[in-house]
């Protein structure tokens, strides 16, 4: 029988196949904050003076801030004055008209990743999906605007949203994670250079998938987009990240705000597949990904939904939270985090109950291997007024290997007695009765953890959008690759 | 080292740490900056002068040992053979004594806090305790405190190779004064040694009870505990259990009835040291009025300690609007041979239970005191000492609003 402890370290040491560098002229500035980089970042941008006061006011406060230490994650402090905050790939002034004028050098990067910038089916067959492509500081390309266009859909980056919309921008930017929120939202606020925006009308469903796509390319800069949606009255849209970085031996920093708002019977569901790299077998280089994401259910029947699959950056700090104020409103939190190596990842949701009989669910699913180290940390807090909330938690971590940590640190505040909560968490390593029943039935070692690995993360995978449980999968099977034959 | 020793170092500790604040994070749902003067003011000892035999729980066949407003009072107490009690008073004047290490405090423990440093630096009085090796008690040890004003107490009890025991401590309040009980009550378990114990808590209704039970086991030992929590304006326990050796095994269970504007705390942790070890927790709160209930149940399984087995479970009842539980289940682990589970739930009474009961033609207040019963006696039903369960059980259906009814329905 191949040894457990083989096939634990083949999982520990899975490949990180979207490690290469682009060589691209870009234009960075050079490492440091102040002012009067966060007054270049803007003017880069040609911002309104609204937006330039409002990052200033959030740099002020961000000044007076220290990062927190409370999160189980150990990791050498970023200097914030060594990390240049702003780089973009060099193209014609006026920005990409078409997709001809995209540097095909940018084009060959997203090809390398599986991404479709050409408006060309995804997965042949299957349906559309809309891509926005960020590279380092800036929004290289958007495809499908046309079409979104036609069905009321504004898709764009946020830096071409606040010249076009800065009235729709101004009413909902910071208004779910205000700028002086915490550390790194704060500093995100200062210095946050593009991302996506995206606005659905009341009453209309998007047409097709809307997906972005983070890119750190440049060295020694810290990335931080700022993602804004905004869905009216009886909107839906389903939308997509994903994220990749080259390998390098220093940390980067990459620190994003994400803010969801949905109006009366909106419904947002949003999924991450995080595939920053995670550094080497000895934890060395790798991105810190301190993010905040937060979604807030204005409306009545509303509903938001965070999907997540975790799998690369070194350190990853990360609550994705909805906020249920409107009756009857919905919150949901799927995540599978897979750690190994030195990874570090504290993640978990935040699920606060305003309104009446809103409900959320809640599956975090955690895998850990290597020397890897991992914490759940959730909060459901169901409030005074909060009559007939629900909430249902579930978290179960897999240990693969003696040297590896998996936490859960749930808290559970609760002041209304109609209130129904129930929270479940395991921790275990895969059965031996589990391996030994499958590999008596003819599948190889190998086989049997993968296919016990995935029957793990099944709910989660289950409630991703098609593209993305196969881009799972696949990134699943990556992690126990050289293992099989 | 010698006990006054101890106690000038627990007095710098203390200077070091200060009382605890709400930005601690093991103190973040339980405000004790009232608490501040009493915890640092030593009442001069004013015996209770109520007759203290008819308090507490009658016709149990137990050794006794009195304190009243912390000191010992050795006209009331009994005491058993094979076994050493001595006083803390004097221990302070021996040298080297080996029940001294039961009053060491390095300041590294965990959950360690200002009220534990003051509690080592002032204790008054307390019960030093040996149970030696192969001896088993044949009758419950029943330590009972009768207060109602600040003291400072603080027990230890060792229990050598394979000693056997069962424990009760119980805390009684006498009247309304305003008062803080500082207590902590340490525990060693040699190989193979069990002890059972019971801890129940009715201070009067003004005071306030900081208490800590501290368990390190050897081993194959096996430590269980009864946490009843009744009485009291304030409480917080710290129970913090270190399986040190093979094969040892403990068990937590814990109840709180709570009414008005009780607030009751505890913090538990368990860590899981050596392989082989096992550990159980289950905590149930009856939740009425404006109350408060604070549960931390935190179990740390390190390297090394593989085949580990723990469960944890946290049911919680609100009855009232303005009642309000704070909950927090935590692993920690670090290692993967190891089977861990925790479960929590929040909840009022089941509608179509209390359905089912009203069709039977029970009153809908018999219903809601039934079913209530039955959900905190999945605690109680572990108590293996008939007259204590007997004891708390009604204790228990004194504090909700129809508790005769209940008694002659379950008669």
């Known amino acids: 029988m191949a040894s457990n402890a083989e096939i634990k370290e083949q999982f520990a040491e899975r490949e990180y196949n979207a490690g290469f560098v682009t060589d691209i002229d870009s234009d960075t500035f050079p490492p ?54 702003y780089s973009a790939p060099k193209s014609k002034k006026d920005g ?107 009453g209309v469903r998007c047409p097709m998938e809307l997906s972005t796509y983070f890119r750190i390319n440049a060295m020694n800069t810290g990335q931080f987009e700022r993602t804004l949606i905004i869905a009216e009255e009886g909107a839906y849209v389903s939308y997509l990240e994903g994220c990749t970085a080259p390998m390098r031996d220093e940390n980067q920093l990459h620190a994003a705000v994400v803010e969801l708002v949905a109006l009366d019977d909106a419904q947002i569901k949003y999924a991450t597949v995080q595939n920053w790299y995670p550094g080497d077998e000895n934890g060395v280089g790798g991105i810190y990904n301190f993010v905040t994401k937060r979604g807030e259910c204005r409306g009545k ?95 179960d971590s897999l240990l693969l290997g003696d040297k590896c940590g998996a936490h859960t ?63 799972a999968n696949r990134l699943m099977e990556v992690s126990l690759e050289g293992s099989v034959g | 080292m010698n006990v006054a020793t101890q106690r000038q170092h627990a007095k710098t500790l203390f200077a070091q740490a200060g009382l605890p604040t709400k930005r601690n994070e093991h103190w973040k749902y339980t405000d004790v900056s009232h608490l501040s003067d009493m915890a640092q003011t030593q009442s001069t000892a004013q015996t209770i002068q109520t007759p203290t035999t008819t308090l507490g729980i009658q016709n149990l066949d137990a050794y006794v ?63 030093a305790i040996c149970i030696k090796a192969n001896t088993k008690l044949d009758k419950p040890l029943y330590i009972k405190h009768i207060s109602n004003q600040n003291i400072t107490l603080r027990h230890g009890i060792y229990f050598e190779a394979f000693a056997e025991a069962e424990i009760i401590e119980h805390y009684l309040g006498v009247d309304d004064n305003a008062g803080l009980s500082n207590v902590s009550t340490n525990f060693i378990l ?89 550990s159980h927790e289950n905590y149930r709160t009856v939740l009425d009025g404006r109350s408060h209930g604070v549960f931390n149940g935190k ?53 179509k239970q209390l359905f089912y009961l009203r069709s039977r033609g029970i009153s809908e207040e018999s219903a809601q005191e039934l079913l209530t019963f039955a959900f905190a006696d999945a605690v109680l039903a572990s108590m293996r000492n008939e007259v204590v369960r007997r004891y708390v059980e009604q204790a228990a259906f004194a504090k909700l609003p129809h508790g005769e009814e209940l008694e002659e329905l379950l008669a």
């Open chain 2, 299 to 351: 179990v740390v399984v390190h390297e090394g300690a593989i085949k580990t087995d723990s469960a944890q479970s946290n049911g919680n009842l609100l009855l009232s609007k303005h009642a309000q539980i704070d909950t927090k289940p935590e692993l920690e682990i670090y290692n993967d041979d190891v089977k861990c589970a925790h479960g929590a739930t929040v909840g009022q009474l089941d509608d």
């Open chain 1, 32 to 85: 440091g904050l102040n002012e009067d980089v966060i007054r270049a970042i803007s003017a880069k941008k040609d911002e309104p003076q609204w937006l330039l006061d409002w990052r200033l006011e959030a740099y002020r406060h961000w000044l007076t801030m220290s990062e927190p230490t409370w999160a189980a994650v150990d990791f050498k402090s970023t200097d914030y004055n060594a990390i240049s905050y």
């Open chain 2, 65 to 127: 040992l009195v304190f009243n407003n912390g000191a010992f009072v050795e006209a009331l107490s009994s005491l058993p053979q094979g076994v050493d009690i001595t006083s803390v008073a004097s221990l302070l004047a021996e040298e080297n004594h080996k029940l001294t290490d039961l009053f060491t405090l390095s300041g590294e423990e965990p959950l360690f806090n200002g009220f534990l440093a003051l509690n080592a630096a002032n204790a008054a009085d307390g019960a």
């Open chain 1, 301 to 395: 029947r509303s509903k938001i939904s965070w999907t997540q699959v975790e799998t690369g950056s070194a350190i990853t700090w990360k609550y994705p939270s909805c906020v249920l104020k409107g009756d009857d409103s919905v919150g949901e939190f799927y995540s599978v985090a897979v750690t190994t190596n030195c990874q570090q990842a504290d993640t978990g949701t935040k699920m606060i109950h305003i309104g009446k009989n809103t409900t959320s669910t809640i599956i975090s699913k955690g895998i850990s291997a290597g020397r890897a180290s991992q914490s759940y940390r959730g909060l459901v807090r169901i409030g005074k007024d909060a009559e007939g909330a629900r909430n249902y938690t579930q978290c």
């Open chain 2, 190 to 278: 040699g190989t193979g040694a069990q002890c059972k114990h019971y801890r129940l808590q009715q201070e009067g209704s003004k005071q306030s009870h900081i208490g800590r039970v501290e368990v390190k086991q050897y081993q194959d030992s096996n430590y269980q505990m009864h946490a009843v929590e009744l009485g009291g304006a304030l409480t917080r326990a710290d129970i913090v259990v270190n399986l040190a050796e093979q094969g040892a095994s403990c068990s937590l269970n814990g109840l709180y009835v709570l009414a008005g504007r009780q607030h009751v705390d505890h913090h538990t942790r368990i860590d899981h040291t050596a392989p082989h070890c096992t």
């Open chain 1, 409 to 471: 640190f749930p808290y559970v505040e609760v002041k209304n007695p109609t209130a129904k909560l129930e929270h479940e968490a395991t921790t275990s390593k895969i059965g031996e009765d589990q391996l030994f029943y499958c590999q008596q039935r003819g599948l190889s070692e190998e086989d049997a953890v993968n296919m016990i690995v995935n029957g793990f993360c099944k709910d989660v995978f289950d409630v991703l959008p098609m593209e993305f449980a196969v881009e």
């Open chain 1, 96 to 202: 990409p008209e078409s997709l001809d004028d995209v540097d095909p050098k940018l084009l060959e990067t997203y090809e390398k990743l599986g991404i479709p910038l050409r408006e060309q089916a995804f997965l042949a067959g299957v349906q559309n999906i809309a891509v926005d492509a960020v590279f380092d500081s800036v929004s290289v390309a958007t495809t499908f605007k046309g079409k979104l266009k036609d069905a009321g859909v504004i898709f764009m980056p946020i830096s071409e949203a606040v010249q076009e919309y800065p009235e729709l921008v101004k009413q909902y930017l910071g208004s779910v994670v205000p700028q002086g929120d915490n550390f790194f939202a704060a500093l995100n606020s200062a210095v946050f250079t593009d991302g996506s925006f995206v606005f659905i009308p009341k």
